[in-house]
């Protein structure tokens, strides 16, 4: 019987994750609050949907290049016919404001404003600290092992205590190096938002990549 090269990796994958003992929640979102303050610079590319109305929203993909304390530059790869080819950067040291481009046009946000809100909450340290907010006090369930587009993964499962925002999260981090691949926030209402996480990489930027 033949076996594809993609599926043996797989096969590969998955005995790698299933060959180790499962970690506690807790270990586990602490391995990866670890990955987090050892990364500097980075660049990675997800896909996001939230739930409008009764149903999930369309697929929107961004990418997002980040330099430590708060450098950043990202990408709108698809949302809307006005916003995909956007780039929108922040650099604190040029300018106050976020300033956006797209071809010839201009335009500049308050950090505050309520348009580019996910805009600095997208990197790697912000989302794995809102994460562990919503960890502390929650009820987790036993992690378990799962492949997920391809990688073998631990899916972290844990209910907030009462009071925040989401009723269940689930995160599933990979087993080989501890980064999100996939994060999902239930509600109330069932699921309300994903975000698949399709490839990243550490990478050496200088404060001058953050510039037009």
Not at 53 to 75: A, I, Q, W
Not at 76 to 101: M, P, T
Not at 106 to 123: A, C, L, M, P, V
Not at 141 to 163: H, R
């Amino acid at each position: 019987m033949k076996i594809g090269l993609t599926a043996l990796m797989m096969v590969c994958a998955c005995l790698l994750a299933f060959g180790q003992k499962a970690p506690s929640a807790q270990e586990a979102m602490s391995k990866l609050a670890a990955k987090s303050k050892g990364i500097n610079s980075m660049t990675w590319k997800w896909e996001y949907q939230k739930r409008d109305g009764d149903k999930m929203g369309s697929k929107e993909v961004y990418e997002l290049e980040f330099l430590k304390p708060n450098y950043r530059r990202m990408t709108i790869i698809q949302r809307d016919f006005f916003s995909n080819g956007a780039v929108l950067i922040y650099n604190s040291d040029e300018d106050s404001k976020v300033n956006a481009r797209k071809g010839i046009i201009k335009r500049s946000y308050e950090t505050g404003d309520s348009e580019i809100d996910g805009f600095f909450r997208s990197d790697l340290p912000t989302v794995v600290k809102e994460l562990q907010e919503w960890f502390k006090g929650a009820k987790a369930d036993p992690v378990k092992s799962e492949m997920q587009s391809g990688k073998a993964t631990w899916l972290v499962s844990y209910k907030p205590a009462s009071g925040k925002p989401y009723t269940q999260v689930k995160v599933w981090l990979d087993a080989k190096d501890w980064m999100p691949r996939r994060i999902e926030l239930y509600d109330a209402k069932g699921l309300y938002s994903l975000r698949l996480y399709t490839s990243y990489n550490v990478k050496s930027f200088t404060k001058d990549h953050f510039k037009f």
